[in-house]
């Protein structure tokens, strides 16, 4: 090239300086328009230093989206534009998406939640390269309800059970469960779909396995195989809740891809993040925080329900989600506050121990140390179980201060095991409160377990949590042996007085010989 300037006797230096600038104008251009489509489809569109993860699934489109036209919509059109999944020919779906149309207020009840999380969890899977309706999915496993607990111990939205949990490292203990954590749990789930996905090669089964677990669907591919038949997930025989489960999600995705089709109207969701993380050094009163963040107690608690107790540890968590709007106020409260920020703590009861002689020695009337820790109110002494007592006297909380966290709708042992379940078949006639006493529970707990629900019908099945069911069960067993023993004994003495008798009736009647 220089010599071909030289030819045509060019300067060479000067040549270089005028089109040098032109030539790196040009590279920017390039690298900035390849920018803007990875910032498309990347999950966060403040972080442009995200890197940019495709799947290659045989399922998965993605549509490429212009970045003013991304700032732009809201964020039901963004779900939109990343639906990928293959239909499915059922006729669940329709019967689902009529269940749905058919509650219009239920559908604003679980958007309206859904609109503090919905921006997260999109962005996430956007991330991952992986098909939008996999944001709905707490539409079908909890309603966008963080607090949601089942009857198989499911609780948060993405409904993990604590082994599955502690396998995708949600802790879980006396004051905190990572299951209902919004991001950690997002993260879990994501990571737990994906690698059902890479097993199962495509999202119908994945989502199956999900429901089912991975080992049924593996089980009811292989039976299939024996017959000969297909092993998609159309082919494969699965128990009710499983074969609903991906039809109710396919019904949400079309009713948010058309609403207007159900005459319904959803909320708007704008295209932004709603809550931000904010670290935190000390442990801090779930109330107090809220009021430093200026929200009322509802929105932390929705924001942050991982927390069992009203007091967030920061051996637990070094950060809690906060409205983005709300950072800024709670960050100057803290720095101006000078008063403890802790006002309560646990204190490890022995077996035995008199209710009304521990809760002088914390400034509570045994009626308050009941309501706080959700006690039964026949309750006389402790059965070895953590309780919540002030550090300096009773503070001044209302009684419903407490129940968002009593028990948090199930009970963890100080060895952080799950107490096991019964299911109740609601009678006529019965109530909570007859149920409480007869169970032995207070009213509150039972309401908490069974979806805070406070007012029961016949056939409802209620579930009762048993935290002393293996003790019981033993002294149980220890009666019904002693109960045995003494039968065998019974039986063993009554049948040497026959034997005894028989043989004096011999003994007479050989003498008489």
């Avoid at 390849?34 to 998965?60: F, G, K, W, Y």
């Avoid at 049924?216 to 039976?223: G, I, L, P």
């Avoid at 000969?228 to 082919?235: A, C, H, I, Q, T």
């Amino acid at each position: 090239m220089a010599k071909f300037f030289r030819l045509l006797g060019l300067p060479l230096l000067p040549l270089i300086k005028l089109i040098f600038p032109i030539l790196l104008a040009i590279a920017c251009s390039t690298v900035s328009a390849h920018a803007d489509e990875q910032l498309a489809l990347s999950t966060s569109l403040a972080d442009t230093n995200t890197p940019l993860v495709l799947s290659n699934a045989r399922n998965i489109k993605l549509n490429l989206i212009p970045e003013d036209e991304l700032n732009n919509m809201d964020l039901w059109q963004r779900l939109r534009g990343g639906f990928a999944m293959q239909e499915l020919d059922s006729p669940l779906i329709a019967k689902h998406e009529q269940w749905y149309a058919s509650r219009p207020e239920y559908i604003a009840r679980m958007m309206d939640r859904g609109s503090r999380y919905l921006y997260y969890i999109t962005s996430e899977v956007e991330r991952r390269g992986m098909p939008s309706e996999i944001a709905l999915l707490p539409m079908i496993e909890s309603a966008f309800n963080p607090g949601a607990y089942s009857t198989s111990n499911a609780s948060g939205l993405w409904q993990f059970i604590p082994s599955t949990g502690k396998v995708f490292g949600l802790q879980q203990n006396w004051w905190y469960d990572g299951r209902r954590d919004i991001t950690s749990a997002t993260t879990g789930a994501l990571d737990y779909l994906e690698k059902l996905h890479a097993m199962f090669g495509d999202w119908e089964l994945a989502l199956a396995a999900y429901n089912w677990g991975e080992g049924a669907v593996s089980r009811a591919q292989e039976r299939n195989r024996k017959k000969g038949l297909p092993v998609n997930y159309s082919s494969l025989t699965l128990p009710d809740e499983t074969r609903n489960y991906l039809p109710k999600l396919l019904a949400i995705k079309n009713i948010v891809a058309n609403p207007e089709r159900f005459g319904l109207v959803l909320p708007t969701i704008s295209n932004e993040p709603y809550f931000a993380a904010v670290s935190f050094a000390k442990h801090i009163d779930v109330k107090l925080a809220a009021q430093l963040a200026n929200i009322s107690r509802e929105e932390f608690i929705a924001l942050n329900p991982a927390h069992n107790r009203p007091v967030i540890l920061q051996d637990n968590s070094d950060f809690i989600l906060l409205p983005i709007d709300k950072i800024e106020t709670y960050q100057n409260n803290l720095e101006n506050y000078d008063k403890p920020l802790v006002s309560w703590q646990a204190y490890y009861a022995r077996k035995g121990e008199r209710l009304d002689q521990l809760a002088p020695r914390f400034g509570l009337s045994v009626e308050r140390l009941k309501k706080v820790n959700s006690l039964s109110a026949r309750a006389r002494i402790s059965s070895g179980e953590t309780l919540l007592v002030p550090l300096n006297g009773d503070p001044d909380e209302g009684e419903d201060e407490f129940e968002a966290f009593n028990m948090h709708l199930h009970p963890v042992s100080k060895a952080g095991h799950y107490a096991p379940t019964i299911k109740h078949t609601v009678r006529k006639g019965e109530t909570l409160a007859k149920l409480a006493r007869r169970y032995n529970v207070s009213v509150s707990k039972l309401s908490s377990w069974n979806g805070r629900t406070r007012h029961i019908r016949a056939g409802q099945t209620l579930t009762i949590v048993q935290e002393k069911a293996r003790s019981a069960s033993r002294k149980s067993t220890k009666r019904l042996a002693k109960s045995g023993t003494r039968k065998i004994a019974q039986r063993k003495t009554t049948q040497r007085k026959i034997t005894a008798a028989k043989n004096r009736k011999i003994d007479l009647a050989y003498q008489k010989k």
